[in-house]
């Protein structure tokens, strides 16, 4: 058995790293742009869901995802995007690290494209602003928005999502792990009874989205 510990080659630096995978083609190294195209705004418009990676003052990591109707991502011009946030589980990781380090990494999915939208930039917290009103789902209005500037954007392949057959219905096993309120019990809420929380994460729990 192979332990955490090796054997294992390690990479340790860029110029070993270039020499095992090579250079990019200019396209693909020379794509990211620093300001929107019309083409970015027509995906922003039409993705439902985004991962925003951040990372905390001492390099922790997390990347969480926000998801919303379609055009959640309001557009404030070709540089600032700004994200509503909408009740969840209080952790605030990502927005913590946002307060201690502002950088982060967007990417914009859409269902059935194996092509991404992703956007780095840096982030702010605002907690009023006007387009908040423009950020209404079911009466909801956000109490917090993600503010970006962006400094990069640029799209992605497929590959990733063609490999792992992300989309492709015959692929799915969503049974093939126990439920979320059986994961809920074993690591999360021991002393809750089963029936409490297949009650809580079963078809009610839609009630609780805004």
Not at 7 to 29: D, H, K, M, Q
Not at 115 to 126: E, K, P, S
Not at 194 to 209: N, S, V
Request: contains cysteine; negative net charge.
């Amino acid at each position: 058995m192979t332990t955490a510990s090796g054997p294992f080659t390690e990479v340790t630096s860029e110029s070993e790293l270039r020499e095992l995978i090579g250079e990019p083609a200019p396209y693909t190294r020379d794509k990211a742009r620093s300001a929107l195209h019309a083409l970015d705004r027509d995906w922003l418009a039409r993705s439902p869901l985004c991962l925003i990676a951040t990372s905390g003052a001492d390099g922790s990591c997390d990347v969480s995802p926000k998801g919303d109707p379609p055009g959640f991502t309001l557009v404030l011009d070709d540089r600032t995007l700004a994200i509503p946030d909408r009740p969840g589980n209080k952790r605030l990781d990502g927005f913590r690290n946002i307060l201690a380090n502002p950088h982060v990494g967007l990417i914009y999915l859409l269902p059935g494209r194996g092509d991404t939208l992703r956007i780095n930039g840096r982030a702010r917290l605002v907690r009023e602003a006007p387009f908040f009103d423009d950020m209404i789902v079911r009466r909801n209005r956000p109490r917090l928005a993600l503010v970006v500037e962006i400094e990069e954007v640029f799209h992605h392949c497929s590959k990733a999502f063609l490999r792992s057959h992300t989309w492709d219905p015959d692929s799915w096993q969503p049974e093939s792990l126990p439920s979320r309120a059986r994961i809920a019990k074993a690591l999360e809420r021991p002393d809750d009874s089963l029936a409490l929380l297949e009650e809580h994460y079963g078809p009610r729990y839609t009630e609780g989205l805004y």
